[in-house]
T-cell receptor, first 116, second 116 residues
Framework: EAGVTQSPTHLIKTRGQQATLRCSPISGHTSVYWYQQALGLGLQFLLWYDEGEERNRGNFPPRFSGRQFPNYSSELNVNALELEDSALYLC???????????????FGSGTRLTVV | AQSVTQLGSHVSVSEGALVLLRCNYSSSVPPYLFWYVQYPNQGLQLLLKYTSAATLVKGINGFEAEFKKSETSFHLTKPSAHMSDAAEYFCAVSDPLNFGNEKLTFGTGTRLTIIP
């Protein structure tokens, strides 16, 4: 069974540009979560999607946005990039309680975004 | 809002010694609790989880954790440390009152160093 896949692995952008990060969940998982892991700041919750809808959003500015597609894959967009957006962006997926069980998250390996 | 505290951002133990990583949560309702491990430049891997069944939970790689409601704790232990245990460990807690246990809040992490 394929795990959570994220692309690209590394991304280098210039300040002010836009970045698009992609995530494919484990087959059968309908929930997708995005976290930012900046150096020394732990995991900061960004977004949670389930069944194509945004369920919850973390304390990030509106230039961080995303969506979930009908096949449950997801995209994270970061507009007007700033230097402090440089971080490892982690995607995770899970079954939902609505599906009958929640066993925690399975994480992808992340996308390392560097803003120069 | 749910919160989780990991005491000690860095822990060093000798190879073969006991590993103890501390995690305390704040919740009036017993949450789900998780421990994840992160190796350099990788995503997070689930070590073990507590989802309201047995209070002593056994995970992978010889780790275990005990849920203690009276102490609001979920400390991670391993009887004998191995060099391959060197990594960063994250405790995570669900939010049963607001998100039906599906949204996790992560601690700031504990970096475990093993001394040969």
């Amino acid at each position: 069974e394929a795990g959570v896949t994220q692309s690209p692995t590394h991304l280098i952008k210039t300040r002010g540009q836009q970045a698009t990060l992609r995530c494919s969940p484990i087959s059968g998982h309908t929930s997708v979560y995005w976290y930012q892991q900046a150096l020394g700041l732990g995991l900061q919750f960004l977004l949670w999607y389930d069944e194509g809808e945004e369920r919850n959003r973390g304390n990030f500015p509106p230039r961080f946005s995303g969506r979930q597609f009908p096949n449950y894959s997801s995209e994270l967009n970061v507009n007007a990039l700033e230097l402090e957006d440089s971080a490892l962006y982690l995607c995770a997926s899970s079954l939902s309680i609505r599906q009958g069980a929640f066993y925690g998250y399975t994480f992808g390996s992340g996308t390392r975004l560097t803003v120069v | 809002a749910q919160s989780v505290t990991q005491l000690g951002s860095h822990v060093s133990v000798s190879e073969g010694a006991l590993v103890l990583l501390r995690c305390n949560y704040s919740s009036s309702v017993p949450p789900y609790l998780f421990w994840y491990v992160q190796y350099p430049n990788q995503g997070l891997q689930l070590l073990l989880k507590y989802t309201s069944a047995a209070t002593l939970v056994k995970g992978i790689n010889g780790f275990e954790a005990e849920f203690k409601k009276s102490e609001t704790s979920f400390h991670l232990t391993k009887p004998s440390a191995h060099m391959s245990d060197a990594a960063e460990y994250f405790c995570a807690v669900s939010d049963p009152l607001n998100f039906g246990n599906e949204k996790l809040t992560f601690g700031t992490g504990t970096r475990l160093t093993i001394i040969p």
